[in-house]
């Protein structure tokens, strides 16, 4: 593994199948968004962001990249049902360097719940504690997420290679 994060590298990681459909938590202008939905040829991926311009800009790669199967939502995902998408609806969710800005790491995580099918994976990536890279106050251990994902009613499915600054974990929906 590349000693830092590489998305497609991660992504190869998982059984991801082309039909599946997704969501992209705080998917930004698209840096796992966009492999993502490339890999899931037949399936959809829906990016969601707080904000709307990196959703534009998401947009606009994804048009020069030829990649037509996501869709971008632009929405709060630390507030229940704000996607707007239906429960139950999703086969899997990224949450990417997302829960270290959080103080609601329990609401993400119970939206993404919320979304998944049963048997529905999230993939969570996110800064190392100990990483001088992300900001180290804010950063989150694996236990602290293992824990509230159990809470959630997650179950850890695995821990994943993602490089030297972050950690990465597979929950199911059982």
């Known amino acids: ?3 830092f994060l590489n998305p497609n590298q991660v992504l190869d990681q ?6 599946m459909i997704a969501a992209d938590f ?28 990196p959703l534009s800009a998401l947009k606009s790669k994804a048009k020069l990249e030829k990649v037509w199967n996501i869709q971008t939502i632009c929405a ?7 996607a707007r998408l239906g429960e139950g609806s999703l086969d899997f969710i990224l949450i990417t360097n997302l829960l ?14 919320n ?3 049963r048997g529905g994976k999230v993939l969570i990536v996110d800064w190392l504690p100990e990483s001088s890279i992300g900001s180290e106050k804010d950063n989150v251990s694996p236990d602290e997420i293992k824990q509230t994902a159990e809470r959630t009613g997650f179950s850890i499915s695995k821990n994943i290679e993602v490089g030297h600054h972050h950690f990465g974990m597979v929950l199911i929906k059982s």
């Open 1 to 3: 593994m590349d000693t």
């Open 14 to 19: 998982l059984d991801l199948l082309p039909n």
């Open 26 to 53: 705080g998917s930004g202008s698209g840096g796992w968004a966009i492999p993502l939905a490339k890999r899931l040829k037949s399936g959809k991926v829906f990016a969601i962001d707080i904000l709307e311009e």
């Open 76 to 82: 709060n995902v630390e507030n229940l049902r704000s």
């Open 100 to 113: 270290f800005q959080s103080d609601k790491k329990e609401v993400i995580l119970k939206e993404a719940y």
């Open 115 to 117: 979304l998944l099918k």
